[in-house]
């Protein structure tokens, strides 16, 4: 269904969309906040009239100059890559319930995102890793996680069952995990394979994260229904 604003006035129309992307920019992340509001909205503004002049048969070029000018622009003023990426998905989701199903839109707008790719790539080299922005962290972080979860549910449906890695424990965890298997607490492991109280709780602290377990009984558990490790005869 497309949306009313896209056969309005396209003085107007521009100008509520932009308006839109403004707000949603600027609440997403710090780094927006930073930028004037009227110069960000009237980037977006002339973004998102060549875009739909676009739509209606006109030239693609100022479109995608324009995409690859507002990145560039946000990096000079000090955001991050990847808070501009954030915006620019907000930027794309309004614009995608605005102008429907139209399979130009969905065109144009993948080439929008790849040429702004490229124009991030750019400018990761001048920041600092450790500089990342954490929200824009977690959102894709968030994402992947669906990503995942939605090609899983694809696998399903196909008759196949998830594929999960089996976790790679060294020869030391599997060694403690059995004994812990067998009972043993702490410091009889650490006194049957003659290392310190500390060491043993080292090697099942990164046992029970490999395993992604909530604790040592879990990890135990966990690795013997994998096969990583076989419980001690009594």
Request: glycine share 6%.
């Given at each position: 269904?497309?949306?009313?604003?896209?056969?309005?006035?396209?003085?107007?129309?521009?100008?509520?969309?932009?308006?839109?992307?403004?707000?949603?920019?600027?609440?997403?992340?710090?780094?927006?906040?930073?930028?004037?509001?009227?110069?960000?909205?009237?980037?977006?503004?002339?973004?998102?009239?060549?875009?739909?002049?676009?739509l209606d048969g006109g030239?693609?070029?100022?479109?995608?100059?324009?995409?690859?000018?507002?990145?560039?622009?946000?990096?000079?003023?000090?955001?991050?890559?990847?808070?501009?990426?954030?915006?620019?998905?907000?930027?794309?989701?309004?614009?995608?319930?605005?102008?429907?199903?139209?399979?130009?839109?969905?065109?144009?707008?993948?080439?929008c995102e790849q040429t702004?790719?490229?124009?991030?790539?750019?400018?990761?080299?001048?920041?600092?890793?450790?500089?990342?922005?954490?929200?824009?962290?977690?959102?894709?972080?968030?994402?992947?996680?669906?990503?995942?979860?939605g090609l899983q549910l694809?696998?399903?449906?196909?008759?196949?069952?998830?594929?999960?890695?089996?976790?790679?424990?060294?020869?030391?965890?599997?060694?403690?995990?059995?004994?812990?298997?067998?009972?043993?607490?702490?410091?009889?492991?650490?006194?049957?394979?003659?290392?310190?109280?500390?060491?043993?709780?080292?090697?099942?602290?990164?046992?029970?994260?490999?395993?992604?377990?909530?604790?040592?009984?879990?990890?135990?558990?966990?690795?013997?229904?994998?096969?990583?490790?076989?419980?001690?005869?009594?």
């Open positions: 269904m497309t949306d009313p604003l896209r056969h309005s006035d396209p003085d107007r129309r521009a100008g509520s969309i932009s308006a839109a992307m403004t707000r949603l920019a600027r609440r997403r992340n710090p780094g927006y906040q930073r930028v004037d509001a009227k110069e960000l909205r009237d980037a977006l503004t002339l973004f998102v009239t060549r875009f739909f002049r676009a030239p693609t070029g100022p479109v995608f100059e324009s995409i690859a000018t507002a990145a560039t622009r946000r990096m000079q003023q000090g955001l991050h890559p990847l808070e501009v990426f954030g915006a620019w998905i907000e930027v794309r989701q309004i614009l995608e319930s605005v102008a429907g199903d139209e399979p130009v839109a969905a065109e144009l707008l993948d080439i702004m790719i490229e124009a991030l790539k750019k400018g990761v080299e001048l920041h600092s890793p450790y500089a990342w922005p954490a929200h824009e962290v977690r959102a894709l972080e968030q994402s992947a996680k669906r990503l995942t979860v694809i696998e399903q449906s196909a008759g196949e069952a998830p594929k999960t890695p089996m976790p790679a424990l060294t020869r030391r965890e599997r060694e403690i995990l059995t004994l812990a298997s067998g009972g043993m607490t702490t410091d009889q492991i650490a006194a049957q394979i003659g290392i310190s109280r500390a060491t043993v709780h080292t090697y099942v602290t990164r046992a029970i994260s490999k395993l992604g377990a909530v604790n040592r009984m879990h990890a135990v558990a966990v690795a013997v229904s994998l096969g990583l490790i076989v419980p001690p005869a009594a």
